[in-house]
Each structure stands twice: as C-alpha cells, then as structure tokens.
Nanobody, 119 residues
Framework: QVQLVESGGGLVQPGGSLKLSCAASRSDFSFAAMGWYRQAAGKQRELVAYITSDGRTNLAPAVQGRFTISGDNAKNTVYLQMNSLKSEDTAVYYC?????????????WGQGTQVTVSS
C-alpha cells in the first residue's frame, strides 16, 4: 500500500508559473514511471507528462516547451514545473505512479490538486 501526496496547486495568472510535487508515502516501493494527468471540467482525463525510473521523459504536445517533468528516485518524488501557464491549463492535476512488471505493474493515483489559471 502506498499513497501519493501531491502539493503545489493553486491560482496563478496567465503567463505565470507553478511547480507541482508528488511524493510516494513509502520509500521501499520502486516505480517504473511516475507522471501527471489532468482533467478539466467537462473533459476527459489526459496525460500531461511522465518520467521513467531511468530518466526518460515524455510530455504532451500541448505542454511541450512550457512544462518540465523531473524526478528523484531516492525520494520517490516527481515534479512538474509549469511555466507560461494558459487558461487552457486549468484542471485538476493527478499524480500517477506505476510499479515495475515484477510487482505486477500496479498503478497508484494521487487525490488531485487544482490548478487554476485566471486573471
């Protein structure tokens, strides 16, 4: 059992920045990948970015050039640096972590943190 603890959401003006953090509650768990999804009001959940345990990253086209994902394997923590925020980025952001295949590839989800971009 593990919990993903998210922080960093809030209200920001267009063009501003926020940094989200997600930390797994257990240090003895290893993950194949951690990342972020988001869900805007009335929209389906979509992948924002993820990072693998060996440092490979992937970002959705809508956030490329503006967002950066990074991680700390030792701390089981993933970060999402969000710059040049737009109103379209307003959504609930959910942390996701996937265990390696040796642990059945089980996925865990955070509770979500609200990001609102508005003037």
């Amino acid at each position: 059992q593990v919990q993903l603890v998210e922080s960093g959401g809030g209200l920001v003006q267009p063009g501003g920045s926020l940094k989200l953090s997600c930390a797994a509650s257990r240090s003895d768990f290893s993950f194949a990948a951690m990342g972020w999804y988001r869900q805007a009001a009335g929209k389906q959940r979509e992948l924002v970015a993820y990072i693998t345990s060996d440092g490979r990253t992937n970002l959705a086209p809508a956030v490329q050039g503006r967002f950066t994902i990074s991680g700390d394997n030792a701390k089981n923590t993933v970060y999402l640096q969000m710059n040049s925020l737009k109103s379209e980025d307003t959504a609930v952001y959910y942390c996701n972590a996937k265990r390696p295949a040796a642990w059945a590839g089980r996925e865990y989800w955070g509770q979500g943190t609200q990001v609102t971009v508005s003037s």
